[in-house]
């Protein structure tokens, strides 16, 4: 399997500019999540899902943020409306279930100027 | 809530020394125990966890942990570092059940930097 991958790798926009990012995890996982990576500081849950269904979403999360998983497969994340405390790492996971261990993808760094 | 303190946000050491990295944890219910390790423009790579069972654990690249329950600690260690081992390493609790299951909820990190 390839594992998880990400995509763009990085992203700069301006502020205001609505950007969307994309997932897509091992095949047969089940389970999807997005974190948020500031500076100096550990991954932030944001939001995940089970297959299509988006079972938890982080008080972090504004609702300028929105996560899809239509089909099971990949996911989405878009922030709309960018400032520039959204310039984060965002880092998708999967798993097989809850208590497997996550795979990581390399993270999408987002510049918001 | 759960909550995952790193007390060290830079250890230096130098080459083949041994090393601790030191975490605890926090929570009001049962928890799986995780470390990962970060490589520069890398994504997370799982180094070991502890889920059940024996309180040492064993993962990848010669690291080692212990799962102390009344301590609330999870210390990472490492015999013999080697350069290859600099990195930022994160550990990491996972509710054992309940509400939020699956969510990891991560220390901020340590960096270790080897010297040769």
């Known amino acids: 399997d390839t594992g998880v991958s990400q995509d763009p790798r990085h992203k700069i926009t301006k502020r205001g500019q609505n950007v969307t990012f994309r997932c897509d995890p091992i095949s047969e996982h089940n389970r999807l999540y997005w974190y948020r990576q500031t500076l100096g500081q550990g991954p932030e849950f944001l939001t995940y899902?089970?297959?299509?269904?988006?079972?938890?979403k982080s008080r972090l999360l504004s609702d300028r943020f929105s996560a899809e998983r239509p089909k099971g497969s990949f996911s989405t994340l878009e922030i709309q409306r960018t400032e520039q405390g959204d310039s984060a790492m965002y880092l998708c996971?999967?798993?097989?279930?809850?208590?497997?261990?996550?795979?990581f993808g390399p993270g999408t760094r987002l510049t918001v100027t | 809530a759960q909550s995952v303190t790193q007390l060290d946000s830079q250890v230096p050491v130098f080459e083949e020394a041994p090393v601790e990295l030191r975490c605890n944890y926090s929570s009001s219910v049962s928890v799986y125990l995780f470390w990962y390790v970060q490589y520069p423009n890398q994504g997370l790579q799982l180094l070991l966890k502890y889920l059940s069972g024996s309180t040492l654990v064993k993962g990848i690249n010669g690291f080692e942990a212990e799962f102390n329950k009344s301590q609330t600690s999870f210390h990472l260690r490492k015999p013999s570092v080697h350069i290859s081992d600099t990195a930022e390493y994160f550990c990491a609790a996972l509710r054992a059940g309940g509400t939020s299951y699956g969510k990891l909820t991560f220390g901020q990190g340590t960096i270790l930097t080897v010297h040769p």
């Open positions: 899902f089970q297959n299509e269904a988006q079972l938890e």
């Open positions: 996971a999967s798993s097989l279930t809850g208590v497997d261990e996550q795979y």
